[in-house]
């Protein structure tokens, strides 16, 4: 379990972030980096151009669920556990 070194990006606004240059894009997500992982109470479709075919979504691929935050997302696979794993995996 070695260690493996990740860049954590937030992006509060994914039409912010489309409407700067290619330049500052690719500094920020290099093009050449496949491993890349989504994290957000919902579900994938709009991460996707994001993270591309090799990456992996963290979230609640339904509606309607209702609970206090830690069950529903414990209950979906996301945690910070799982996020860990998600990454060692697409490092290994």
């Known amino acids: 379990a070695g260690e493996v070194s990740v ?19 690719d500094e920020v997500l290099p093009p050449q980096v496949a ?7 919902g579900i994938a ?3 996707r151009h994001l993270i591309g075919d090799a990456g992996v979504h963290l979230g609640i691929e339904r509606f309607g669920a209702s ?5 529903i997302f414990a209950e979906h696979g996301v945690t910070v556990e799982a996020l ?4 060692r995996e697409l490092a290994a």
Do not use: G, H
């Open 7 to 25: 860049r954590v990006v937030s992006m509060p606004c994914q039409e912010w972030f489309a409407a700067q240059d290619a330049a500052y894009r």
């Open 45 to 47: 479709m709009s991460w």
């Open 35 to 41: 491993a890349r992982v989504s994290v957000e109470a």
């Open 67 to 71: 609970a206090d935050p830690d069950r």
């Open 84 to 87: 860990v794993t998600t990454i």
